[in-house]
């Protein structure tokens, strides 16, 4: 349906290359020099006149707390056009997650 996002779904190849697409738009947004690690976990697709991406990307390794392991993401808004364009809309930060 239109205008509605799609459930999260697991990221594929095609999903990590459309997050490489926009990777120096994403360090320039956020701030950032460089991402240790740069690897799409789940996306969501949304139709409007093209399609955007909604990408999580895990951006720094693991590392173990109290046998907890965590990890920092962050959310990606990737708009494909109808010419076959892709650009980044948005950029967010989500911190450390289990």
Same mark, same amino acid.
């Given at each position: 349906?239109?205008?509605?996002?799609?459930?999260? +779904?697991?990221?594929?190849?095609?999903? /990590?290359?459309? &997050?490489?697409?926009? +990777?120096? &738009?994403? @360090?320039? +947004?956020?701030? /950032?020099?460089? $991402?240790?690690?740069?690897?799409?976990?789940?996306? /969501?697709? %949304?139709?409007?006149?093209?399609?955007? $991406? +909604?990408?999580?990307?895990? =951006?720094?390794?693991?590392?173990?707390?109290?046998? =907890? $392991?965590?990890?920092?993401?962050? %959310?990606?808004?990737?708009?494909?056009? @109808?010419?076959?364009?892709?650009? @980044?809309?948005?950029?967010?930060?989500?911190?450390? /997650?289990?």
């Amino acid at each position: 349906m239109n205008g509605v996002w799609s459930e999260p +779904k697991p990221a594929t190849a095609e999903t /990590q290359g459309i &997050a490489d697409k926009v +990777k120096e &738009a994403a @360090l320039k +947004k956020l701030k /950032q020099e460089l $991402f240790i690690e740069y690897k799409a976990t789940e996306y /969501q697709t %949304q139709v409007v006149a093209g399609m955007n $991406f +909604k990408i999580k990307v895990q =951006v720094t390794p693991a590392i173990a707390i109290r046998d =907890v $392991f965590y990890a920092d993401y962050i %959310q990606l808004v990737v708009y494909h056009d @109808l010419k076959n364009e892709y650009s @980044l809309t948005d950029a967010t930060d989500l911190g450390r /997650q289990p």
